[in-house]
């Protein structure tokens, strides 16, 4: 092999595991977040603006489909996000911390604490009708930073504490996407929904016939996302809908996998096909092994392994930088506003641990579960602070909640404070944490 070539190799194997680092994944969404900040408060404020209202347009003869980049990216490229929350769900509860009721009850009861204390804290501070529709916003975590935070502590993390923060991270996820599939929803239009209907039943039918090739699913997978747009349901809940129906046991095959793959190495090196280079001889054996290759993993995990580094690396980021960009300068920040942003930021930095502590310590003393081997205290303490990183959901929630532009803004200054209150609180509590392991 060539040495240039040996080279590359190495380079693309070298960025393949960086890629799939949890730090470095929070790191790049806080620096899209940054920059967008940046942006917004700098002298291209007005082009950084104006480039998430351009119009993007989709359309076959007289029909036409228009929406701002902003639509696109908040509405669209976000259900790929969902669709991989909606995977971790899935694949939780088929073999993961959700797959049993013991595992799952303690980070169960933790994320509801960890959603109604929060609530009550912003509650408290804005009682107004407008400033309480936002009651949600603090209540979310964001999976992909407070992992990628934890990560930065380095191994001494017990391996438990990490799993306890995922589980109830993704528990999290549920409840947020049962909040706005119950309180931000417009009015619904049945007709949507027999659109959305009618793409499952085709996602279902696939499955049926054994089509394991994961884009041949996207034309179904369209059709759930528009019914869900007409019916009045947000669009990207489409992505949890599909990512619960992904399979999470390998394509039934007539042969298993493995040995297929024996059989057609075998096969293959009778055959002086390869020699001969003889096409039509290696079609049907290569077709095999293709197939085993892919049928080796369950759908859940295939499809989740290759969606990640577009999400974390694509996805998330962009999403961060189109909604990020709060302009100090312009913030209105009367009274009413003030209360909203105080209440999103101290109901991440505070009601957070405070609930999850909380409602873990009632449920140990009261015996309904009890800490997973290795987990202390301190580490409830530190799942709990981490837990306060709400940035992409927290975000997502606050558009939906607010139509006011000053709320809105108030809303992500306090989203983007208060989670960067918890993950410094979170880092510092870590240091301490490790250095008494």
Known sequence: MPRVQRLAEQAFRTLQRFLHVEAVSGVTLLVAAAGALILANSPLAHGYHDFWNLQLSFGIGDYVFSRSLHFWVNDALMTAFFLVVGMEIRREIHEGALSRFDQAILPLVAASGGVIVPALIYLALNRDP???????????????????VLALLGRS????????LLALAIIDDIIAVLIIAVFYTASLQFSGFAVALLGMLAVVGFQRIGIGSAP??????SLVWAGFLMAGVHPTLAGVVLGLMTPASPLPMREQPLEM?????????GSDAVEAGDAHRLEQPLRDLRLAHREILPPV???QMAMHPWVAYGVMPIFALANAGVSLAGADLSAAGRFVMLGTALALIAGKPLGIVGATWVAVKLGWCRLAPGVSWGGVCLVGLLAGIGFTMSIFI??????DEAALTAAKLGVLIGSLGAATLGIGWGIVYVRRQ
């Open 398 to 403: 606050a558009m939906l909640a607010f139509t």
């Open 157 to 164: 993390i017990p391996v438990n504490v990490r799993v306890f």
């Open 301 to 303: 995990s295939r499809v």
């Open 216 to 221: 041949l699913y996207l034309l179904p997978g």
């Open 261 to 269: 793959v024996s059989r057609v190495l075998k096969q293959l090196r």
């Open 130 to 148: 407008a400033g309480a529709q936002g009651w949600a916003v603090p209540t979310a975590t964001d999976i992909a930073f407070a992992v990628g």
